[in-house]
């Protein structure tokens, strides 16, 4: 069981990104999936969850607007997407599974490598 | 919104101290609370889930505690491969809040 992120990416301020988690070795369209953001020298923030199953998707209030999450059952692949970035999104961003299927009283056991993404001009 | 507090923020300790963290939240999340250890340059490691089951592979001198707003993080003999920054997470009610971290730095 595993989540494999893609590679880290630099970006210029007012660009667009989507970065993706890929899982493996389990049953991708039963567990949620969530991100969570890690901004240089701070703590781990809760971005939001999807359910790839049927896309049922819930933000934290403090991104929602902000990014968007999307995945693709077919291919086992979460994303994790801005419209337009910030000098702000410069983070580390990581993908991580529901322990188990279904519910959303759960907590993350798998987590992906990370993604770092950093935005300057 | 949910606020998940620990203390101490810091904490220095030797190898073979007994540690404990605490984590306070603003609310009842009943014993949907977890535990992570996280090292730079690593993904987040699950350590406990609801409040004080232990992730399978974690050793036993890691245990949590509480219910209700609550909890503790407690380790009976620390090792060097403990020194890290520990988070609570709460999952309550489609919220998944996480405490601003314990750094555990080696005294």
């Known amino acids: 069981v595993q989540l494999v992120q893609s590679g880290a990416e630099v970006k210029k301020p007012g660009d667009s990104l989507k970065i993706s988690c890929q899982g493996s070795?389990?049953?991708?369209?039963?567990?949620?999936i969530g991100w969570v953001r890690q901004m240089p020298g701070t703590g781990l923030e809760w971005m939001g969850i999807?359910?790839?199953?049927?896309?049922?998707?819930r933000y934290s209030p403090s991104f929602q607007g902000h990014v968007t999450i999307s995945a693709d059952k077919s291919i086992s692949t979460a994303y994790l997407q801005w419209s337009s970035l910030k000098a702000s999104d410069t983070a580390m961003y990581y993908c991580?599974?529901?322990?188990?299927?279904?519910?959303?009283?759960?907590?993350?056991?798998?987590w992906g490598q990370g993604t770092m993404v950093t935005v300057s001009s | 919104d949910i606020q998940m507090t620990q203390s101490p923020s810091t904490l220095s300790a030797s190898v073979g101290d007994r540690v404990t963290i605490t984590c306070r939240a603003s609310?009842?999340?009943?014993?949907?609370l977890a535990w992570f250890q996280h090292k730079p340059g690593q993904a987040p490691k699950l350590l406990i889930y609801?409040?004080?089951s232990l992730e399978s592979g974690v050793p036993s001198r890691f245990s949590g505690s509480g219910s209700g707003t609550e909890f503790t993080l407690t380790i009976s003999s620390l090792q060097p491969d403990d020194f890290a920054t520990y988070y609570c997470?709460?999952?309550?009610?489609?919220?998944?809040?996480f405490g601003q971290g314990t750094k555990l730095e080696i005294k």
């Open positions: 991580a599974r529901f322990r188990t299927m279904v519910t959303t009283l759960e907590t993350f056991d798998i």
């Open positions: 070795g389990y049953s991708f369209s039963n567990y949620w």
């Open positions: 999807i359910y790839p199953g049927d896309a049922d998707t």
């Open positions: 609310q009842n999340i009943r014993s949907w």
């Open positions: 609801k409040a004080s």
């Open positions: 997470q709460q999952y309550d009610n489609y919220m998944y809040t």
